[in-house]
């Protein structure tokens, strides 16, 4: 089930990324599109505390949305031995020299060549958004959490 990637959210202004990732799941799941900068999306800014710093509340936004976290990794689960879409979407900690600390979303796989797609990570991915998994796997991070993959679903 394609979506439209220019639906998705792919870039960020505040210390955001977080809110982006779920914004971008909950696109992902439901196929409702959050503008960026709207008055909605505003809302989940502070009510995720994201506005001055990095967001400290992303359940309270995941709550609004109707979506929650699954399934936990400390690896990517989708590779050449396991390519199960129905894992998707997928959020990782990554780090970057761009970035810093940051969360994506990953909205697509494409198994034939190992690569996933991920809106708000230019810098590290191709102008659509594909980076190769022997390139992400690189930039993965448990950031101290004790996971670096996480499974979206939405509330039913």
Not at 57 to 78: A, C, D, H, R
């Amino acid at each position: 089930m394609k979506r439209e990637w220019n639906n998705y959210i792919d870039s960020q202004k505040y210390m955001d990324c977080q809110l982006v990732t779920a914004c971008n799941a909950y696109y992902y799941l439901t196929r409702k599109k959050i503008k960026y900068g709207s008055k909605q999306y505003e809302k989940f800014v502070d009510l995720g505390g994201a506005r001055y710093g990095s967001a400290i509340s992303p359940e309270l936004v995941w709550e609004k949305l109707g979506i929650f976290t699954f399934k936990y990794w400390n690896y990517m689960p989708l590779g050449r031995n396991y390519n199960k879409l129905d894992l998707l979407p997928l959020e990782c900690n990554v780090r970057s020299k761009y970035d810093g600390f940051h969360s994506i979303c990953i909205v697509d796989y494409e198994p034939n060549c190992n690569a996933f797609r991920i809106p708000n990570f230019k810098f590290s991915t191709s102008n659509d958004g594909w980076i190769f998994k022997e390139d992400l796997d690189m930039l993965l991070d448990d950031m101290n959490r004790g996971w670096k993959v996480r499974q979206f679903k939405k509330v039913k």
